[in-house]
């Protein structure tokens, strides 16, 4: 299983920004992203970006998220700017790869805005 390492989360307050790292240590991923649960709420899906660079966005995130990557750490990115007290919640990355390492998930991260 290769280990996700997640990082950036903490409050902030609407309106603000925060930036959300997570490294597939020592791996090629075929695509990353991140997934998130609200208090109370199912998870959904937030961004991915493949090892190429093509991106995808939820809804009611685009144009506020940004997600990118550096391929030479297989580290991505997602810049949070405009955040909303709705953007509360526990962010996961994930990553897949391609063959035997299957998919991974880190730890989650928590993400508070306040109003």
């Known amino acids: 299983q290769v280990p996700l390492v997640e990082s950036g989360g903490g409050l902030v307050q609407a309106g603000g920004s925060l930036r959300l790292s997570c490294t597939a240590s020592?791996?090629?991923?075929?695509?990353m992203g991140w997934r998130r649960q609200p208090p109370g709420k199912q998870r959904e899906g937030v961004a991915t970006?493949?090892?190429?660079?093509?991106?995808d966005y939820a809804d009611s995130v685009k144009g506020r998220f940004t997600i990118s990557r550096d391929n030479a750490k297989n580290t991505v990115y997602l810049q949070m700017s405009s955040l909303r007290p709705e953007d509360t919640a526990v962010y996961y990355c994930y990553a897949h790869f391609g063959g035997p390492l299957g998919d991974s998930w880190g730890q989650g991260t928590q993400v508070t805005v306040s109003s």
């Open positions: 970006i493949t090892w190429g660079g093509s991106t």
């Open positions: 020592g791996s090629i991923f075929s695509y």
